[in-house]
């Protein structure tokens, strides 16, 4: 179906024909506004900046792009088309037609998978809300609104949902996604990672790197869900993620790019003199990767979940790509996972395949993270320089699961709690090094211009040039 923009609501589910759902849903809208104008990014929403807009799902032309103001952003509500016949693509039910409505016996379990979803990307627009003010370029600046206007857009997608098949318990979840907020001591967002201070630029890159590689890896679970409404929003949600992930790439690379130039000139590694030069030194870079990516893993849960394997006997929620699977079903089946040893390391142990589903994403995300990695170390290999920036080991730093408060190094050697807190600095940004970024972060917005701690990106958005005006700031 087109989607319709002469709606208050643009939509492509016939919402004009729902006077109801209609109505709640415009009942929501300008609450969501509010919250937009008070927890969105401060500053700049009088301005008028560069974004993309999706206006058909359509994969091969479904956005435009055009100077809006935020506030005055197109909002809507996007499925992907309907695959006509679509039949449940894992667990009991495997080969049955999908669910156009939610089955009362799966509805708690679903609800609790879209509000979780849900509650995230609200999340992020408050993690990131002061960003504009220290902006390394417009271009930056630009990409920041890009993904918070979309965040934004996929809160839309979770509460069209929750009202349109959660009834009245949907409408008050609804509400809720907008009372927690990240951070706070008494209503904080549901997710530890959410709640996570993200001050900084080179946060917000690694959040972009690895967290929102995490939504791209939930989607894909949720996009093979029996519930086809929830499939078919996060397919087309997935859509947008892939630009998410790539500010985050590219931003961590231009932030190696101009490291490296400065170690060239001054033919140095040493932090200290590099930090005098105002780069990012990459031991630093290290410790931030160590940070957002132990942070990361404790967002797949538990290694053995019981909610995950009832999740994927209902085909609720697949695994990534379940298609290249074998087996859809996983009934009787197991696999080998570590678990702790009583020595503070870790033995593999055989465990319920279906109980097990967050590890098997785990490690599908894992080894998509290593991709960026490869990439910056080939930059700094080609530079001539030794250092290799690393994943640390999934069970470092973990509050959720199994390897919860078990102290280790990044590269899993067991430690005491005393011995964990007397070297956390190398492991973990200490307070000299967020400091030391903070004082990075000067607002630079002259078209085309970068903050010295970062090289220009090698191209614009959609084609335009890297000066281009993305923000216009009169
Ligand atoms: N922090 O049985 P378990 C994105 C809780 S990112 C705090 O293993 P399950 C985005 C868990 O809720 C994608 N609590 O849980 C990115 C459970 O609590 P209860 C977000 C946590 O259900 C950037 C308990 O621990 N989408 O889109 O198997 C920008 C036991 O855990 C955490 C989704 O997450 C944590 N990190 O797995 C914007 C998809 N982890 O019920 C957006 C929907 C676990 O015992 N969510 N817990 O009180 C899910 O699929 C699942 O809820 C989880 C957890 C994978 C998160
Ligand atoms: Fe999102
Ligand atoms: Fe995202």
Redesign the pocket.
Known sequence: MAINYQERIPNNVDLGNDRRLQRALEHWQPRFLDWWRELGPEGFQTKDVYLRTATSVDAKGWASFGAVKMPDYRWGIFLADQEKDRTIGCGDDYGKPVWQQVPGEYRSILRR?IV??GD??PA?VEQQRLLGLTCPSLFDLRNLFQVNVE?GR?LWAMVYLLHAYFGRDGREEAEDLLMRHSGSEDNPR????FNEPISDWLSFFMFTYF??R??KY??KC?AESSFDPLARTCRFMLTEEAHHMYVGETGISRIVKRTLEKMVELKTDDPAILRKSGVVDLPLLQRYVNFWFSSCM?????EI????AISFANGV?GRPDEKRFEDHIERDTSLEIGMPDEAGGMRMEEVAVRSAM?EQVRNAYIKDCQIGLIRWNRLIKKAGFEFELELPVSRFRRN??VWAAQYMTPDGKSLTAEEFTRQHDRFLPSDEDRLYVQSLMQQVTEPGKMAGWIAPPDRGINSKPVDYEYVVLQ
């Open positions: 998978l979780t979803q995230t990307e992020s965040e996929h549901i997710l530890g990672t967290t929102d995490d939504g939930q989607l949720l404790d967002l797949f849960g538990a979940s019981s909610n995950a929620k967050n959720i699961g």
